[in-house]
């Protein structure tokens, strides 16, 4: 199989499982996946100034920038956030077990491949997933109080101050 066919798979294949979800959680995590393609590309950019690794082959409009950023990041940022958040012990420990995967598996197999070289260690590269976890974690709960404040109605509804009269009231009147 071709690199190209590896990179363009990384960027395309993931979405089609969104499919899957309901679109309220879609709509939920959204905002989520977007923030984590800016934040990746940052420190991707960012990894490639200070020579920490070097990307070799992309997609075609993309440069330097490897198609995990806008494919396979964003998506199961979605998958975990699904299934673990709010319970913030188990989505470190799910989100520890992709990021050991990451940096021990994936990256390794991309080197392997020709599609990007790893100039810093592994466990580094670790630390520095791990910190864009959590700083995920912070922008959703910063977004689910957005969420939160957003549906709260702008106004309280007070209680009418007169009552209205029944109809057996409004008939005894009329005679």
């Known amino acids: ?3 190209q066919v ?3 798979s990384i960027l395309i294949l993931p979405w089609f499982s969104l499919f899957l979800l309901k679109k309220d959680e879609i709509r939920r995590f959204m905002p989520l996946a977007l923030f984590t393609m800016v934040v990746t590309s940052i420190v991707m950019e960012a990894g490639i100034r200070l020579n920490l690794w ?4 992309t997609t075609f409009p993309l440069n330097q920038t490897l198609s995990y950023i806008y494919g396979l990041a964003p998506v199961v940022a979605i998958w975990v956030f699904k299934y673990t958040y709010g319970r913030f012990w188990r989505y470190m ?3 520890a077990v992709f990021n050991l995967g990451f940096a021990f598996l994936f990256t390794p197999w991309l080197a392997n491949r020709g599609i990007k070289d790893l100039y810093t260690s592994r ?3 670790f630390l520095i997933v791990t910190a864009l976890s959590l700083l995920l974690y912070l ?4 977004q689910e109080n957005a969420w939160a404040e957003r549906k709260a109605p702008a106004y309280e509804l007070q209680p009418a101050q007169k009552q209205l009269p029944r109809r057996d009231e409004e008939n005894e009147e009329e005679k």
Do not use: G
């Not at 922008?139 to 910063?142: A, D, F, G, H, V």
């Open 54 to 57: 070097q990307i070799r082959e």
């Open 139 to 142: 922008y959703q709960m910063w």
């Open 123 to 125: 466990w580094s590269l």
């Open 6 to 8: 590896i990179v363009w």
């Open 1 to 3: 199989m071709s690199n």
């Open 93 to 95: 420990a799910v989100d």
